[in-house]
């Protein structure tokens, strides 16, 4: 099926139709492959006119094309060597060359990335947001470069959250094994990996997400859809990294200068589907605002700030609290520092005022004035 561009891309369909010997000839060399990335990458050669050739996408085993030189690449060769020494060729003949893989420096070309740290912060953010007794990492036996990353920054998110962190296994894994009573928060580095556990949670009697929570990371669209139970997932927001490298790829052919580092390209957030899907309001804007209540107490920004954030007004939010919860926003949010200050008090090693500070609270008199307003309650 063809392409299906946003209608915010403006696309140069004259230079698109031209013919193909006019067009500049641009190769993506991957060996790795994820649909959103070529959209991306798309949607910018066919504003610009490129002939776009994806003919190096590395299939296992098949052998590659020796194409004519190219006008510019953009790569992800991962550990693929024939990909690599083709691609290592059009550097040393100055081709212009976009490197999207983050770990590894194969051709000290210009790099657009993410970081995968970034990626376990959010993950153990959103998870502890559903109010988890504990958190578990799922991670292969010999963990790669990503995972160790992932992990690294799934490690640092929950200890914002005062929240224990196991890293098990695939195969050690059993979903029975939690807190009595508590609902565990499982993260997977990758859908592939997550979508498994869902199937052990389900071959083993228990509810997702109401006993255990899951979720995974790229956000494979098709993989997520269609798990046994739709699969939450942190996205990567392959598509503007795509473009982001793309766009930088054209002003590369263009003869300007690479840039001094990296260019960065945020996360896009988590898709929430049903693998954790908190207890709903009933009003998507109300389920959009207590998510990110949930996900950021543990910042000290006051409500106006955080509404800001959800694009949601001040009086709009304190109307749906009132009207579908009875209560105030400012009380909702006391509720889930106190918690997180509870959690944070088991550390001896923290005094109150630590404790206070690290569950959000603008200091230790904060902390009091709520534990006050909440025994009133």
Sequence with gaps: MPTRFSSKYPVNFAAACAPAGARPRVWVAQGWWMEEIYAGIAAVAAEQGWRLDERMRWHRGAPLPVPEQPAGVIVFTGDCAPLI???RGFVAAGVPVVDIETHGDHY???????????IGERAARHLAGLN???????????????TRARLAGFRAGAARCALPVRVVEPGDFDPRDRPAGGRIGVFAPDDPLAREALHLCLDTGVRVPEEVAVLGADDDRTLCECAPVPLSSVNMGFAAKG??????????????????????VPIAGVTVRASTAAPAAGHPELDRLL?????????????DTLYAECGIAERTAHHLFRSHLGTRPLAVLSGIRLGLARRFAADRRLTREAVARAAGFSGLSALVRAERAAGRA
Excluded: Q, T, W
């Design 108 to 118: 000290g070309a210009p790099k657009v990335l993410s970081y995968d740290e970034d």
């Design 291 to 303: 998510r990110h209540l949930r996900e950021n107490a543990h910042r000290p920004e006051c409500l």
């Design 243 to 264: 473009r982001a490298a793309a766009e930088l790829l054209g002003r590369l052919m263009r003869g300007e200068p690479r840039p001094a580092g990296p260019v960065v």
């Design 132 to 146: 988890p007794a504990a958190l578990v990492f799922l991670s292969p036996r010999s963990p790669g470069a990503i």
């Design 85 to 87: 020494e083709a691609v």
